[in-house]
């Protein structure tokens, strides 16, 4: 749902739902979608504090990576 959510440009919703699942399972997919919401919603400054939280978790991720770039 929140991958539909995202693709329709709904990023607030599908961030909220991204967040979710970041905090129940705090993987790399979820927290780098979870960024590109915020990023996308126009909060600038979240993003920014939240990829870091999730570079430290997967530094070598390259979806992580990607937005810890976009997000800068």
Do not use: I, N
């Not at 739902?17 to 919603?41: I, M, N, P, T």
């Amino acid at each position: 749902q929140a991958m539909q959510l995202c693709d329709a440009g709904q990023f607030e919703d599908a961030g909220k739902l991204y967040h979710q699942l970041w905090d129940e399972h705090g993987d790399a997919f979820s927290g780098s979608r979870y960024v590109h919401c915020l990023r996308k919603a126009g909060h600038a400054k979240a993003a920014v504090t939240t990829v870091r939280m999730v570079v430290e978790k997967y530094p070598d991720d390259v979806y992580v990576r990607r937005e810890l770039v976009w997000a800068l």
